[in-house]
């Protein structure tokens, strides 16, 4: 590996920062940092200064939000993936957008490697190791925290030893990741799902008690089934998902609970905040119900299970995520329309849906003056839908034969 480069997915966190002078060391690699904002709280300035600080020869840092709203989390939205119909995959969703840009960077530097600061615990290190083997197989994996047996207390040790800036000494009993599509925390007391997660837990949304009294209303626009509205005003859907973020967050919405089945096998316990993605998910469940029959809504859904499994087993990369997006994509060409959402005291609902596409026509549903339902159709319609039943109940009703008890031998 002498004289080779690998490229670190950064975070400027103490992992990553250790990881630096640590492949140097143990690998004898030159370390390229990569850093990618999708929408966590970062100053990528400084984060960019604190790699060359603590040994990378280049950093390099891109603002992706713009890119992971359109690419990653609106196909997610027209598939409404919901991971064991709870998780809106919002770390699951952000780390293939991260591998590709490490194999972007990899492929510019000639390097032969790409690295995570992913444990072997975790889920995340299989998302990264399968981004990479999806887009450039030929490239290494290394995972440094997969390799070093230190606690948390020799790398602050092992940083000062090697002048990586260490900023704290103290750890949060949480492990959090934030990008725009959600918050999850994890570890501390929260690994006993007995107790309730206390609220120093949340930061994007107010306890639900605490709500406003008065409900807030926001009415969502849709072309194909991608948001591009928010009352009346077209927006960025970055800007858009941040912007609900904010606001159903006051309200108390986007609170998620959840033991979770990892892909290495294991239970964990995860707590996420999500307001944008709930509010954004249930509007177009509701716009969907308004503009598309029965079947396909039904199967749809076997198709949103897979689509949501696929993505959470860190296969954004494989062939089948690219086949279903095109059934879902030719599913969404009639979800065109308007969605009013309310939030009130946690909760996000629909109370108000419109579209030119809508499938529910009064004339047809109403059972006041104008109604063109045909009622006296109903009759026979309910004889040729239940003469299977019919038929079955008649045949069952008739004596069977008797059976002998001795057959005959042969």
């Known amino acids: 590996m002498a004289n080779s480069k690998v490229v670190l997915a950064y975070s400027g966190g103490l992992d990553t920062s250790v990881a630096i002078p640590w492949l140097r060391e143990s690998k004898g690699l030159d370390v390229v940092a990569v850093t990618v904002d999708v929408g966590q709280p970062v100053d990528l300035e400084r984060v960019r200064k604190k790699a060359i600080a603590s040994g990378a020869v280049a950093a390099y840092v891109a603002d992706a939000r713009r890119e992971f709203a359109e690419e990653f989390i609106a196909p997610a939205l027209r598939a409404n993936a919901l991971y064991e119909g709870i998780y809106p995959l919002g770390t699951a969703l952000a780390r293939p ?7 972007e960077v990899a492929r510019r530097e000639d390097a032969a490697y790409v690295a995570h600061g992913c444990t072997g615990k975790g889920n995340d290190q299989v998302r990264f190791d399968l981004s990479t083997t999806g887009l450039a197989p030929e490239l290494g994996v290394i995972a440094p925290a997969r390799e070093w047996k230190m606690t ?17 000494t103290s750890a949060s009993p949480y492990s959090t990741d934030e ?12 690994e006993d799902p007995a107790i309730e997660p206390p609220e120093e837990v949340y930061a994007w949304t107010r ?9 807030a209303y926001v009415t969502v626009s849709f072309e194909r089934g991608t948001p591009v509205a928010l009352d009346g005003e ?23 609970d959840h033991l979770e089945s990892r892909v290495v096998g294991i239970k964990s316990r995860e707590v996420y905040e999500c307001p944008a993605a709930l509010v ?10 308004l503009v598309l029959p029965r079947d396909l809504l039904e199967f749809k859904r076997t198709v949103e299970q897979r689509y949501a499994q696929l993505v959470y087993d860190g296969l954004w990369f494989a062939p089948l995520r690219g086949a279903l997006d095109a059934f879902v994509d030719s599913t969404q060409a009639r979800v065109t329309g308007e969605v009013a959402m309310k939030l009130f005291k946690g909760r996000a609902h629909p109370v108000g849906r419109r579209s030119e596409n809508a499938l529910y026509q009064p004339a047809l549903a109403t059972y006041s ?13 309910i004889y040729v839908w239940g003469l299977p039943v019919r038929t079955w109940s008649a045949i069952g009703a008739a004596p069977t034969a008797s059976v002998a008890t001795n057959p005959p031998r042969a």
Do not use: K
């Open 97 to 103: 957008l991260i591998g590709r840009h490490l194999v």
């Open 152 to 168: 948390r207390e020799d790398e602050i040790v092992y940083a000062r030893e090697h002048g990586v800036p260490v900023e704290a």
């Open 179 to 190: 990008n725009l599509w959600g918050r999850s925390v994890e570890c501390g007391i929260l």
């Open 207 to 215: 306890s639900p008690s605490a709500a406003p009294d008065q409900p």
């Open 234 to 256: 077209r927006r960025p859907l970055h800007e858009m998902i941040a912007h609900l973020n904010r606001l159903a967050g006051d309200h108390g919405v986007g609170r998620i």
């Open 280 to 289: 954004l998910i249930g509007a177009h469940q509701a716009l969907e119900a």
């Open 369 to 381: 003056t104008g109604d063109r339902f045909r009622s006296e159709m109903a009759e026979g319609f």
